[in-house]
């Protein structure tokens, strides 16, 4: 007879990988939530764009090569759709901050527009 997990992570012997991974985006997102409850009040959404925009910038705006910027933005596009936008941001800030870590191109060539 199998025995409930003594927590929200601790894998049962008859969980799949999928559903142990399905699990544990479950708990990440209850998590997440409960950290950081809705804003209430006004709210200002950001402009749209996809996630060929967001790959297109990045690429320009890092030293990483286009494949490179694919394989680490890919895992968290798959991921997004069960989770809150703010969960997704966070992520998606993390990533940048990797890709940018190391020498960003703020030259002129292609660099921000902000500068």
Excluded: Y
């Amino acid at each position: 007879m199998n025995q409930a997990p003594a927590n929200d992570t601790e894998a049962t012997p008859v969980m799949t990988p999928a559903i142990r991974e399905a699990s544990r985006q479950a708990v990440d997102t209850r998590r997440f939530r409960t950290r950081f409850p809705p804003l209430s009040g006004m709210k200002h959404d950001l402009p749209r764009m996809t996630w060929e925009h967001l790959q297109r910038q990045l690429t320009d705006l890092s030293p990483c090569a286009s494949e490179e910027v694919a394989a680490m933005l890919r895992p968290l596009k798959r991921a997004s759709a069960g989770k809150p936008p703010e969960m997704v941001l966070r992520e998606l800030l993390i990533v940048v901050a990797i890709l940018l870590d190391e020498a960003p191109r703020l030259d002129g060539e292609g660099g921000s527009t902000m500068i």
